[in-house]
């Protein structure tokens, strides 16, 4: 059995990092009964009162669902307004929401529409700002710069791209007078003492920074390390869709033919219709239309997307972009089964997708 926290700390911190939603999201916790032991999790893609109930039937302590249940602060709960929220307190099931995270994130929703076309990733379609990151500078006497190192390292510093433990050292040396209420690792009391140390520097990302310090403090041998904390700017691009290319050209039929077969999808929806063939294009799950405009930037002239209005497909039309419209349901609920996979995957747990309906179909 694994628990609530463990399986957040994966997901915000490994799977679909939390500091890269954007400033008007709100995911993560949701409705958080404590670090509770779970034993089974459901997945759905909306946090609807019918997908709690499903969790509740199979005996799952948690929900996930990339929809957040709550978009702004709450003043109370209400019958009738929060019943779903009510439910999960009364039923003692968790509920966790992870959104524009999950969209952005480099294995996460668009990314798996790219996998599932067979196109490669060329770059974000658009770009925000990077999360924060911090240079973490900690003197160590020589002989133990492998431990503290060890201790930083797990608790998720010194990562750069591909490579873990990434770390520069420099020696010097340090000098201390330790006062009457000291204990020291070195040196005795009231006396000076100069030691050989190594200069140990590592970046952490901001929300790994407090777990970093204190094994930095745990593994060090002195009762007062001293260490530096600098701000440094992350060199990370990131942002809302993707842009993609197929492996060779395909006529815009068969471009469309591949969507509906790749992502199983009923049908979908088109603002013109194009000639020329297709290699390039930008995708971008759920409501997102509007960034055509990011797509015409990028250098692409089609944008897949859910969730097309009729004045966005007129001005998209005028610049000669083709939005196709997929469906905000279909383009998001296709990579929930992906994601339960890869938790069952992770904590060797029982995962549930829920089953929904889509909430607009076409009437024949």
Not at 69 to 83: E, I, K, S, T, V
Not at 250 to 277: A, C, Q, T, V
Request: glycine share 8%.
């Amino acid at each position: 059995m694994t628990s609530v926290d463990k399986i957040i700390s994966f997901v915000e911190n490994d799977f679909a990092d939390i500091n890269k939603q954007l400033s008007w999201d709100f995911s993560g916790r949701q409705v958080y009964l404590g670090d509770k032991g779970v034993s089974r999790i459901c997945i759905a893609l909306d946090p609807l009162l019918s997908a709690l109930e499903q969790a509740h039937n199979w005996g799952c302590e948690l929900l996930i669902t990339h929809h957040p249940l709550f978009f702004h602060p709450q003043r109370g709960l209400f019958a009738g307004r929060d019943d779903a929220a009510i439910y999960a307190v009364k039923n003692d099931i968790s509920l966790l929401s992870y959104h524009t995270n999950l969209d952005v994130a480099d294995n996460g929703i668009n990314a798996y529409i790219l996998e599932l076309l067979g196109a490669r990733f060329v770059s974000p379609l658009t770009e925000e700002e990077g999360k924060q990151w911090y240079k973490l500078m900690v003197f160590v006497p020589l002989g133990y710069e492998n431990a503290v190192l060890d201790a930083v390292s797990g608790a998720g510093a010194g990562n750069i791209g591909n490579y873990s433990r990434c770390a520069f050292y420099s020696e010097g040396l340090g000098t201390f007078i330790p006062n009457s209420e000291a204990k020291p690792f070195l040196g005795e009391t009231g006396k000076a003492e100069i030691v050989k140390e190594l200069r140990i520097e590592v970046v952490v990302p901001e929300n790994r920074l407090s777990a970093a310090v204190q094994a930095m403090r745990k593994a060090h041998p002195y009762e007062m390390p001293a260490f530096d904390i600098i701000p440094v700017k992350s060199p990370e691009k990131h942002g809302l869709g993707m842009v993609g290319e197929l492996p060779e050209p395909i006529s815009f039929n068969g471009f469309l033919e591949l969507l509906k077969n790749s992502l199983s999808l009923p049908d979908l929806r088109i603002n013109m219709n194009r000639k020329k063939d297709v290699k390039q294009f930008s995708v971008c799950a759920g409501s997102a239309a509007e960034l055509w405009q990011d797509a015409a930037r990028a250098g692409v002239d089609i944008h897949v997307t859910g969730d097309l209005k009729h004045h966005t497909a007129i001005d998209a039309r005028e610049r000669d972009i083709t939005i196709v419209d997929i469906g905000h349901f279909h383009s998001e609920r296709v990579f929930m089964k992906r994601f339960a996979d890869t938790l069952k995957k992770e904590f060797n747990t029982e995962v549930f997708l829920a089953e929904e309906v889509p909430p607009i179909a076409a009437y024949i």
